[in-house]
Nanobody
């Protein structure tokens, strides 16, 4: 059964770095969309960064210049490099994907289970 599996969260001090990875466990014929979202306690989930099918990348303003999203098509992976982390980056980070899984057009959309990122001294 296809699924997204995230890794790389943890506790880091302000100014530190973490790298999140999200792997799609099934086969991918074409990637339509992959993105990272986060939800802090008491707040709505927000888009952090995403990559569309044509490679267009976008970031929420609060992470521009600090976070970098990248995609490895050969490994079915999307990663989020997070530098200069701040306490306000603390949240559960989840990846989302919309892909075509075979050449006849079967699609799959879903979320990973989430990984906790805590920025604190």
């Amino acid at each position: 059964q296809a699924q997204l599996v995230e890794s790389g969260g943890g506790l880091v001090q302000p100014g530190g770095s973490l790298r999140l990875s999200c792997v799609f466990s099934g086969s991918i014929f074409r990637i339509y969309y992959m993105g990272w979202y986060r939800q802090a306690p008491g707040k709505q989930r927000e888009l952090v960064a995403d990559i569309t099918s044509d490679g267009t990348i976008s970031y929420v303003d609060s992470v521009k210049g600090r976070f970098t999203i990248s995609r490895n098509n050969a490994k079915n992976t999307v990663s989020l490099q997070m530098n200069s982390l701040r306490p306000e980056d603390t949240a559960v980070y989840s990846c989302n994907a919309h892909v075509m899984t075979d050449e006849v057009g079967t699609t799959w959309s879903g979320w990973g289970q989430g990984t906790q990122v805590t920025v604190s001294s």
